[in-house]
C-alpha cells in the first residue's frame, strides 16, 4: 500500500494563516481574546473556534468568499503534487479552517488532491454557524478522526500550528514549520522543519528512493 500524505492548509498551503487572518478581520475583538487562549492550549479549538466564527455576521460571508482571492499558495506545492502524482501517492488537505475558503484558494489545484476535510460554514442565520463531520475531542476538524477514516498504517503530516498537534503526535513523519516547530520540540519529538514544499519534495525523494 502506498502512502497517504495529509496536509494542513491555514499557514502551510497558504503564505499566511488565512483563517487567523479572516477571524482577525471579521470577528476582531472575540479574535483577540481567544487566539492567544487557544496557542497557550487553555482554550480547546472546538471551543474557541466556535466562539471566533459565531461572532461573524452570515452577511460578511460574501466577503470572507473575496478575501479568499488573495491568498497565496506556498512555494514548491504544485511541484510537490507532481512528485506524489508520478508515485501514486495521494494527498488529502486537512483544515480546521473554513472550507469554502480553502477551495476558493486552490482553484483547480482542489482537484488534484484526493479530498478535503475542513470547517463548513451554515450562514442561513444572523451569525455563521460552524459543523464538521469530524468535529469532536476538543477540536473542530479531528485530524487523527481523519487519518483514522482512511485507515492507512503510513502516513505523513505536513502542519504549522495547534491544529496539527495532535496528529503530529501521532504521525510516522511530520514536516512542521511555525508553531507546531515549538510545541513539538518542547516535547521532544522529532520533525523535519521545512519552509517551502520544494523542501518537503526533495527529502520524500531521498527517503522514498
Avoid at 34 to 60: F, K, N, T
Avoid at 89 to 101: D, F, K, Y
Avoid at 163 to 183: E, N, Q, S
Avoid at 187 to 205: A, C, H, I, K, N
Wanted: hydrophobic fraction near 40%.
Amino acid at each position: 500500500m502506498s502512502p497517504i500524505v495529509f496536509c494542513d492548509f491555514d499557514g502551510t498551503i497558504t503564505l499566511e494563516d488565512t483563517f487567523v487572518s479572516t477571524v482577525e478581520r471579521f470577528a476582531p475583538e472575540v479574535a483577540s481574546r481567544v487566539l492567544p487562549q487557544i496557542y497557550d492550549l487553555r482554550l480547546s479549538l472546538q471551543e474557541g473556534v466556535h466562539q471566533m466564527l459565531e461572532a461573524i455576521p452570515s452577511a460578511c460571508y460574501p466577503d470572507i468568499i473575496k478575501l479568499a482571492a488573495t491568498y497565496q499558495i506556498r512555494p514548491g506545492f504544485v511541484e510537490l503534487l507532481d512528485f506524489l502524482d508520478e508515485r501514486n501517492v495521494p494527498l488529502v488537505v486537512v483544515s480546521g479552517g473554513i472550507q469554502a475558503v480553502v477551495e476558493g484558494v486552490l482553484g483547480e489545484l482542489g482537484q488534484r488532491v484526493q479530498a478535503i476535510h475542513a470547517v463548513q460554514l451554515q450562514t442561513q442565520g444572523t451569525y455563521c454557524s460552524p459543523y464538521s463531520a469530524f468535529e469532536g475531542e476538543g477540536e473542530m476538524v479531528n485530524k487523527l478522526a481523519v487519518v483514522e477514516h482512511y485507515g492507512e498504517p503510513d502516513w505523513i503530516l505536513i502542519g504549522d500550528s495547534i491544529t496539527d498537534l495532535k496528529a503530529a503526535l501521532a504521525a510516522p513523519r511530520v514536516f512542521a514549520r511555525d508553531r507546531l516547530c515549538r510545541y513539538l520540540s518542547e516535547r521532544g519529538v522529532s520533525y523535519e522543519p521545512f519552509e517551502t514544499f520544494t523542501q518537503v519534495r526533495d527529502r520524500l525523494s531521498q527517503v522514498w528512493t
